[in-house]
Structure formats: C-alpha cells, structure tokens
C-alpha cells in the first residue's frame, strides 16, 4: 500500500519536520481564554460577547472559515484589540493561509505591551507561520523568513520559560534548521535538558524526538517510556512512542501506546489517525481502525494536521483490507473529489475496478 505523505514532513521548511503534538492549548489561548477574561463584567446580551462566543465555538468545532468571520464581523467596531487580532491569525494559520496569518499575528504583537509573559504563545505561533510561509516564498527570501521565526520562537521562550509549546517548537527548529539558519543539534538538546528540570514528563518526550530524528532507536524508545513514568496522562508521551513503534513495525507496543493515549483521551485527533494509521499497515484491528477515522474525518482538519486527503487513502486502504470494497471506493471517489490528481487514489481505484 502506497503510504500518505508523512504529517511530519509536511512542516517542512528545511525541511523541518514540526509534529504539531499539542496544538489543544495554545490554540484556543485568545479564543477562549483571553474573551472569558474580557467577558467579566459584561452583560450576557453583548453583542461582542456574542461574536466571542460565536467565534470559539466554530474554532471548536473546526469551522475556521466561520470563526474568522466571526472575528472579522467583531474587529469591524474594534480594530485594535490585539486578542482579536491573535484570534484572527489562529483562524487564518488554521486554514493555511500562512502569509495572511503573519500579517495579522505581527499587528496582534504591535498592539501586545513587549514584555508579557502571556504573550508568547502569540510569538510562537507567528514562529510557525513564518516558516510555513517560506515554504511557498522565493529561495532569495527563504532564510530570512526562517530566522525571524526562530526569533519569535526564541522570544516565547524567553516571555515564559515555562511554555511547553514555545519550548517544542524552539527544539524542533533547532534540531531541523542548518547551522546556517540558527540550527544545531546541541541546542535541541538544551532546550530538552531546560525543560526536563521544570517538567520531567515533557523533557523526556523532547529527548525521545531528537534521538528518533537521529536514529537512536532505543535511546528514543527509552526516553518515550521514562515520559510516560513521569505521567502516565501525558498523551505526547504515548504518541511519541506509537509513531516510533510504527516505524519499526513494533505493532504490540504501538498499539499498547495508542489505547493508552485513547483510553485517558478518546478524543486526542493524532491519537485516532496514527490508531487508523497502524490499523492499516499492520493488517489488525481494522474495524477500530476504521472508526477512529471516521471520527478524525468528522471534524474539519486543521492545517497543520494530518489532511483530509491523507486520512480518506488510509480509510480506503482499510475497507479493502476488510473486503468492502464498495466503501473502500466511496472513500477514495471522495478523495478524488477533493484532489483529481492523487495518483494513489487513482491506482486503488483502478484495482477496485479490475476485481
């Protein structure tokens, strides 16, 4: 079976290879968060109140289109609110719309006083879209935008050394970027050792990913399990472990890591695609497999997420391993529909047809 793209590549601007572990918390900061604070006080028949809550309730619910409109109807009477500007550059990240979500996320930080704490996860997330966006930029404009998203990056962690976040996504860089670009493998570790001393638990799950970029298998898997002992409720302990394990083909402990993770957080979204993920390429538990994508499918991606796409040719590739091969087409027809030149797709549909 032809495999989808690795989600891991596709944060690439090296390419850097951002996992995207814990989006929950820091992408509902402005919506959710920083509204309740505003709404203290304030009649429950405002029509701003309204709009917040118009608004994290379609980021909630995957609607980015919708929250962004939400957004853009509210900023109309209040154009320099920074929240609201960080919230709009959410809403457009989470569509893709990287250039756009810059452009709002450098307005959000003018508007933002230059040292508060509660600021940084508004730098880290103008980090990510300034790599996402030197992806489709000129190569002459390539770097540039690359060290100045590790300059936000570096400026979260140093607005709060505390912010997990902030910290993931400086090691990332520093383990992905060239040496050129600010990049270096002794720094990825720092930032591991940095945070192992204040959160043991997430330290040793950085450690696990730089040792699994290096091909340290073992010393990956043991840094995986130490993070899992520190907390047996940190779900990034567990996925860093399934995805290590399904990588080797290791399917007894990336299914064991994978109903851990699901069992404390049945909703987890990476949870219930790398479930339908080792579903399919290890030939077991296809049916469980087959419903966590249907649940990951239920709920619009986000874009830094695993596609639409990716999860509907693992779906198809699990209803033909079931011998459905009526559903095993419909999911592939409604990939087709979304990209005509998949060429996976348009095999799996050709051998379909030729039973």
């Known amino acids: 079976m032809n495999q989808p793209e690795s989600r891991n590549d596709r944060f690439s601007l090296f390419p850097f290879r951002r996992c995207a572990d ?25 029509p701003a109140l309204d709009q917040q809550a118009t608004f994290a309730s379609h980021y909630a619910a995957g609607a980015y289109a919708e929250a962004e409109a939400a957004l853009r109807a509210r900023l109309v009477d209040d154009n320099d609110d920074a929240a609201m500007r960080f919230a709009l550059g959410q809403a457009l990240a989470a569509q893709g719309r990287w250039p756009e979500a810059v452009e709002e996320l450098e307005r959000a930080v003018a508007l933002t006083p230059e040292n508060a704490p509660e600021s940084a996860p508004l730098h880290r997330l103008l980090g990510e879209s300034l790599g996402r966006s030197a992806r489709t930029a000129s190569v002459l ?13 570096e400026r979260a962690v140093a607005l709060d050394p505390r912010d997990l976040e902030a910290r993931d996504s400086l090691m990332e860089y520093y383990l992905q970027a ?15 050792a940095e945070t192992r001393a204040f959160h043991p638990s997430e330290g040793e799950r950085l450690l696990g990913r730089i ?3 290096k091909g340290n298998l073992e010393a990956s898997r043991q840094a995986y399990r130490r993070a899992a002992e520190h907390d047996a409720d940190n779900p990034l302990a567990h996925l860093g472990l399934a995805r290590l394990a399904i990588d080797q083909e290791d399917w007894k402990t990336a299914f064991d890591a994978l109903d851990a993770l699901l069992t404390k957080t049945p909703d987890h979204r990476l949870g219930l695609f790398e479930l339908g993920r080792a579903a ?5 538990r296809l049916e469980e497999g087959v419903q966590a994508l249907d649940s990951y499918l239920s709920r619009r991606a986000h874009a830094i997420e695993p596609t639409t796409t990716e999860a509907l040719f693992v779906l198809g590739a699990l209803h033909d391993q079931r011998k459905d091969g009526a559903s095993a087409r419909a999911a592939y027809q409604r990939l087709l529909r979304i990209d005509p030149d998949h060429r996976g797709a348009q095999r799996a549909l050709a051998r379909l047809a030729g039973r």
Request: hydrophobic fraction near 45%; proline fraction near 2%; glycine fraction near 18%.
């Open 22 to 46: 814990g989006l929950a918390g820091w992408m509902l900061w402005a919506c959710v968060g920083t509204f309740a604070a505003q709404a203290v006080g304030a009649s429950t028949e405002s």
């Open 141 to 153: 404009k390539r770097l540039g935008l690359a060290k100045a998203g590790l300059r936000h990056f």
């Open 178 to 192: 060239p040496g050129i670009a600010g990049g270096g493998e002794a720094k990825a570790r720092r930032q591991a």
């Open 211 to 213: 040792e699994h970029e």
């Open 280 to 284: 399919a390429r290890a030939g077991r």
